[in-house]
Structures are given as structure tokens and as C-alpha cells.
């Protein structure tokens, strides 16, 4: 009914850049805020950034230098631009938004499936 679906992961040599892209579709009235999280094996998940639908934004501090979060509101959709990529940042990043549905009277958080992002030295 609604979903989110990330793509633009892979495999990159550090110092290289890539973009994530999160298409949100469904019955969907309005999203909110839209962030990146990520989690590497062995690791909890974590905040990579957060964007608000009126574009505040809001990074980890060891992300806020080399991400850029943006997004665009009439496709529904969430990047995370990644620069000067290193082999800590390989993780899963996962796409996060909090979405009103058609007809609801409140908004409920929904997930990606996760894309991979891997860093080669």
C-alpha cells in the first residue's frame, strides 16, 4: 500500500562518491520528515541524516561534512549524496519516512528494504 524502495548502492574504491535515491509510492497524503540510517555488520543501526518536508536538515557528526541529504517533494523522493567515501561507510543504508496515508488521521513510519553500500580500499 505504501513503501519506500532505495537504489544507487554498490561498490565504490575510496575517495569515490555515490548517490542514494528513495522513491516513496502508495495511497500517501502527505510525508513529513524523510532520513538515511545505516547499520554495518556488527553494528546497531545508526542516523545518517534527516530532512524535514520544509528542507531543515540534520546529520550524524561524522557525516555532516561529506553527506548531503536532499529531496524532492513533487516525485516523493529522499537522496543522500555521498563524497570522499571510506571503508567504515560500508553498510546497509536504509530509507526512512513518516508518511500520512489517504484517508488516515495520523502518520506512521515506514522503512526501506535497504541498499548496499560497499567501500573497497
Known amino acids: 500500500q505504501v513503501q519506500l524502495v532505495e537504489s544507487g548502492g554498490g561498490l565504490v574504491q575510496a575517495g569515490g562518491s555515490l548517490t542514494l535515491s528513495c522513491t516513496a509510492s502508495g495511497s500517501i497524503f502527505r510525508i513529513n520528515a524523510m532520513g538515511w540510517y545505516r547499520q554495518a555488520p556488527g553494528k546497531q543501526r545508526e542516523l545518517v541524516a534527516v530532512?524535514?518536508?520544509?528542507?531543515?536538515?540534520n546529520y550524524a557528526d561524522s557525516m555532516k561534512v561529506r553527506f548531503t541529504i536532499s529531496r524532492d517533494n513533487a516525485k516523493k523522493m529522499v537522496y543522500l549524496q555521498m563524497n570522499n567515501l571510506k571503508p567504515e561507510d560500508t553498510a546497509v543504508y536504509y530509507c526512512?519516512?513518516?508518511?500520512?496515508?489517504?484517508?488516515?488521521?495520523?502518520?506512521?513510519?515506514?522503512w526501506g528494504q535497504g541498499t548496499q553500500v560497499t567501500v573497497s580500499s
Open positions: 526512512n519516512a513518516d508518511i500520512w496515508r489517504l484517508g488516515a488521521d495520523w502518520g506512521n513510519d515506514y
Open positions: 530532512i524535514t518536508s520544509g528542507g531543515s536538515t
